[in-house]
């Protein structure tokens, strides 16, 4: 129908809208006519004097943006929140919003289904002509060229560090355990077949503050990376415009946490180290050691401890235990010196206290000579070097990626 008219409609801003005849959203020409047109394309109706309608298949040049969301987890959420916010404030960026997710079980899907929004659940099929813009944030799948090409604008993606570095699933963990000072949010475009890759939109550098976890960290990046989102999408053209590929130099990638990370090495990791180590991952998994040829976990890190060692005449090997009473820690020796756990998990949980006394007390107190086997934590070095072989396939496959 708008092919069969157009000449009479050319140079007419193209208006939102919805059919008056069926309840799909197309857009209008905003003109009347006083014909009687072939029967409608989209719901099949005859009107009799009708507004003509045609399908949205042009490049929009202000919001507001009929947005795709893909997405799962917590920190998707954010940006999912806010931009269904959006539909409903004065400053509208959002005209219209649907959710693509992978399961039914995920935060994004229970939002969704809160606040009523239409959800997809991966893989998708034809779109055209249906979205302006799509938005990636922790979706953790590739998407194809052809169904990037079907939204006009695009497909954005929140990725939450300063790109090029920490390409990949988890760059906050490693953001936390490189002990990095400055990170940020990115907005970039989305390109086929490689995460992270695509041209820079929009960045916001962030300070890490001191003993920041990466819970917090990525909570406090969620927020941000949603107001971002929403600040790109109010001046897209222009941001388009203006995009810059990321740099070739600084590329590092941040490959998914595992347990083979948790496992402690005494005798090359500072207490620096352990604190990040911590700090990094030790809410999703427990840092972990050997003890009596039992895997044990190191519960409720208290950090660096200043543990006095006049009279006992021998440097204390790595992997050695210390209970200290008066602050109810255990105590263990590292590379550079003594950081502090507050409980352990063996079959159950323990306290410093319980393990010492149910464990440690009368060895400690009958110490002499070599320490015994009962007071001292062993590194996995089976476990450790795994860890290494990952380290070098990452840089392996940095190298790849340039």
Not at 8 to 15: E, H, Q
Not at 107 to 128: E, M, N, R, T, Y
Not at 298 to 309: D, T
Request: hydrophobic share 35%; with cysteine; proline share 5%.
């Amino acid at each position: 129908m708008w092919n069969n008219v157009k000449a009479k409609v050319m140079g007419l801003k193209i208006l939102h809208g919805f059919c008056n005849y069926c309840t799909q959203r197309h857009a209008s020409v905003g003109v009347w006519v006083k014909r009687t047109p072939e029967k409608h394309r989209r719901c099949g109706q005859v009107p009799g004097k009708t507004r003509l309608f045609a399908t949205r298949n042009y490049l929009s040049t202000e919001p507001p943006w009929r947005v795709l969301f893909f997405g799962t987890d917590d920190f998707a959420v954010e940006s999912l929140k806010l931009l269904s916010a959006s539909r409903d404030s004065n400053d509208r960026v959002v005209e219209s919003l649907e959710v693509v997710t992978l399961s039914n079980d995920v935060p994004v899907k229970k939002f969704a289904d809160q606040s009523k929004l239409p959800v997809h659940i991966w893989p998708l099929g034809d779109l055209q002509g249906r979205f302006d813009v799509g938005v990636v944030v922790s979706f953790g799948c590739l998407l194809r060229e052809g169904l990037i090409n079907q939204f006009p604008c695009g497909i954005l993606n929140v990725h939450p560090s300063l790109l090029p570095r920490w390409r990949g699933p988890a760059p906050v963990f490693h953001t936390i355990l490189h002990g990095d000072t400055i990170t940020g949010v990115s907005v970039m475009q989305i390109r086929p077949k490689r995460f992270d890759v695509g041209p820079i939109l929009h960045q916001e550098i962030y300070q890490v503050p001191d003993n920041f976890t990466a819970d917090q960290l990525g909570a406090t990046l969620a927020t941000k990376g949603a107001q971002l989102l929403i600040d790109t999408l109010r001046t897209l053209p222009e941001r388009i415009t203006n995009r810059r590929e990321q740099a070739q130099d600084g590329a590092t990638l941040a490959p998914k946490i595992s347990t083979s990370m948790s496992w402690i090495v005494w005798e090359e990791q500072t207490c620096v180290q352990i604190d990040r180590l911590f700090r990094a991952i030790a809410s999703r998994i427990p840092l972990r050691t050997i003890w009596m040829g039992k895997t044990i976990k190191l519960l409720e890190f208290s950090g660096k401890c200043n543990i006095s060692l006049s009279g006992r005449g021998r440097r204390p090997v790595p992997g050695s235990m210390s209970y200290q009473k008066e602050s109810n820690t255990l105590a263990v020796c590292c590379k550079d010196g003594w950081v502090g756990f507050k409980a352990v998990m063996l079959k159950k949980r323990l306290s410093a206290a319980d393990f010492y006394n149910g464990y440690l007390h009368q060895s400690f107190q009958n110490r002499s000579g070599p320490p015994k086997q009962e007071c001292l934590f062993h590194s996995n070095r089976d476990r450790s070097e795994l860890h290494s072989a990952g380290e070098k396939n990452s840089l392996t496959q940095l190298h790849a990626v340039h």
